[in-house]
């Protein structure tokens, strides 16, 4: 074969692998992101956390959010599930980052898949 | 028999092809592995053979708990393949799943497949749950891409397929109808399969918990909910495992337009459904030393 074709075709072999872990990185966070708090299961966000923290600091005593399966729920412990949403997001981004950066430094597929 | 609060229900009979008590175990282990709570019964119809595999302190460690039920009287055979160029084809024992409310021990219940691999802790977000029963209907292979067509409706125009491979239910009205349900679609096969069109002559569970589903939701589409993790990562039966390790499983992936075409991927900290058993069975060996010791 062609050297050079061998070259493209072992380069397109290693841009597919990346590409794959990138995406189950990207579900891996996502998979990351789902707290459950109070015995609720939601999705943790930039949002929520802002919401969150935009009811504290208005003094609001409780709030009604939408769980996983859309359900309405109340949260009343409101400084209390900022802290496991901040724990869960730094956790999850923290980890995704980390990993992100490893597969960007991965120049060929033994290394990507590492 | 004492209620037990919570814990997973694996069902397994071997047959002359394929070791389902096997799979159990690495099933069980990886469950004891990744998650909080980890109460294992196992539901098959002899101790004999697991216990010429494993000591019984080994059994100790993986099962917590082991009921005997008849085995089941079932003709269905199902076409396998193990990489793009083996095919083969071993009976499939599997309609016991459908008494699986009577079975179990726990008020809670997880349902799972014994080829599907527990690598992260989902499960523990889903105890004390909200809903009685809970079941998904999304499934996408390793490259990430959605699964056959086929296995997304009964038929072409058909009702949306669920999943039988991981169940949740409670010991509720709701859950019981449902089972009560699956025996008799189970008990009526051939009739349900004309009626809903669905393909082969293969007993499936998938398709007896889609129609409880479609009728228990009177007949339009459910609102039965999923779990909080709702697609299931499911490896093709024409990939193959290249190792487990005790976060991550390796696989290689085939190109479904160029089956001589294979791509590594690597599954950290995530929970598939391994649809080539003989690539799970070959991983046996290691799987109990890695997580057994």
């Given at each position: 074969?062609?050297?050079?074709?061998?070259?493209?075709?072992?380069?397109?072999?290693?841009?597919?692998?990346?590409?794959?872990?990138?995406?189950n990185l990207k579900l891996r966070l996502e998979h990351m992101l789902i707290?459950?708090?109070?015995?609720?299961?939601?999705?943790?966000?930039?949002?929520?956390?802002?919401?969150?923290?935009?009811?504290?600091?208005?003094?609001?005593?409780?709030?009604?959010?939408?769980?996983?399966?859309?359900?309405?729920?109340?949260?009343?412990?409101?400084?209390?599930?900022?802290?496991?949403?901040?724990?869960?997001y730094?956790?999850a981004y923290?980890e995704y980052f980390?990993k992100y950066?490893?597969?960007?430094?991965?120049?060929?597929?033994?290394?990507?898949?590492? | 028999?004492?209620?037990?609060?919570?814990?997973?229900?694996?069902?397994?009979?071997?047959?002359?092809?394929?070791?389902?008590?096997?799979?159990?175990?690495?099933?069980?282990?990886?469950?004891?592995?990744?998650?909080?709570?980890?109460?294992?019964?196992?539901?098959?119809?002899?101790?004999?053979?697991?216990?010429?595999?494993?000591?019984?302190?080994?059994?100790?460690?993986?099962?917590?708990?082991?009921?005997?039920?008849?085995?089941?009287?079932?003709?269905?055979?199902?076409?396998?393949?193990?990489?793009?160029?083996?095919?083969?084809?071993?009976?499939?024992?599997?309609?016991?799943?459908?008494?699986?409310?009577?079975?179990?021990?726990?008020?809670?219940?997880?349902?799972?497949?014994?080829?599907?691999?527990?690598?992260?802790?989902?499960?523990?977000?889903?105890?004390?749950?909200?809903?009685?029963?809970?079941?998904?209907?999304?499934?996408?292979?390793?490259?990430?891409?959605?699964?056959?067509?086929?296995?997304?409706?009964?038929?072409?125009?058909?009702?949306?397929?669920?999943?039988?491979?991981?169940?949740?239910?409670?010991?509720?009205?709701?859950?019981?109808?449902?089972?009560?349900?699956?025996?008799?679609?189970?008990?009526?096969?051939?009739?349900?399969?004309?009626?809903?069109?669905?393909?082969?002559?293969?007993?499936?569970?998938?398709?007896?918990?889609?129609?409880?589903?479609?009728?228990?939701?009177?007949?339009?589409?459910?609102?039965?909910?999923?779990?909080?993790?709702?697609?299931?990562?499911?490896?093709?039966?024409?990939?193959?495992?290249?190792?487990?390790?005790?976060?991550?499983?390796?696989?290689?992936?085939?190109?479904?337009?160029?089956?001589?075409?294979?791509?590594?991927?690597?599954?950290?900290?995530?929970?598939?459904?391994?649809?080539?058993?003989?690539?799970?069975?070959?991983?046996?060996?290691?799987?109990?030393?890695?997580?057994?010791?």
């Open positions: 074969m062609d050297e050079k074709l061998e070259k493209a075709l072992e380069f397109s072999n290693y841009q597919k692998t990346l590409y794959l872990q990138k995406e707290v459950k708090y109070d015995n609720n299961v939601f999705p943790c966000s930039m949002e929520l956390i802002n919401f969150i923290q935009t009811c504290i600091t208005n003094n609001i005593d409780s709030v009604v959010i939408l769980d996983i399966h859309n359900n309405p729920v109340k949260i009343n412990q409101l400084r209390d599930c900022l802290d496991s949403l901040l724990v869960t730094h956790t923290d980390n950066e490893t597969l960007k430094k991965a120049r060929n597929v033994k290394k990507v898949i590492l | 028999m004492k209620k037990l609060k919570r814990g997973f229900l694996l069902i397994a009979f071997n047959n002359s092809e394929m070791d389902y008590i096997k799979m159990a175990c690495c099933c069980a282990l990886t469950i004891k592995s990744h998650l909080k709570y980890n109460h294992i019964t196992l539901v098959t119809e002899s101790t004999n053979w697991l216990k010429k595999i494993l000591s019984d302190k080994e059994i100790e460690k993986i099962f917590d708990n082991i009921i005997i039920v008849d085995i089941p009287n079932q003709k269905n055979i199902r076409t396998h393949y193990d990489s793009p160029w083996t095919k083969f084809k071993a009976p499939f024992l599997n309609n016991k799943r459908a008494n699986a409310y009577e079975i179990s021990p726990y008020e809670e219940t997880i349902l799972l497949d014994v080829d599907y691999l527990v690598m992260d802790n989902m499960f523990d977000l889903v105890w004390d749950n909200t809903e009685d029963f809970l079941i998904n209907k999304n499934a996408i292979n390793l490259r990430n891409k959605k699964f056959h067509e086929k296995e997304i409706r009964l038929s072409e125009s058909g009702i949306p397929m669920y999943w039988a491979t991981i169940i949740y239910f409670k010991k509720s009205e709701l859950a019981k109808r449902i089972f009560d349900l699956t025996i008799f679609i189970k008990d009526n096969y051939l009739f349900y399969k004309h009626l809903y069109k669905f393909p082969g002559s293969l007993f499936r569970n998938d398709y007896v918990f889609s129609i409880a589903i479609h009728i228990i939701s009177g007949f339009v589409n459910s609102n039965i909910k999923s779990f909080p993790i709702s697609t299931i990562k499911t490896m093709d039966q024409k990939d193959d495992i290249v190792e487990v390790n005790k976060d991550d499983i390796l696989f290689l992936s085939h190109d479904p337009k160029k089956p001589w075409i294979n791509h590594l991927v690597k599954l950290d900290k995530t929970d598939v459904h391994v649809l080539n058993k003989r690539s799970l069975l070959r991983q046996y060996e290691k799987m109990i030393k890695t997580f057994l010791n």
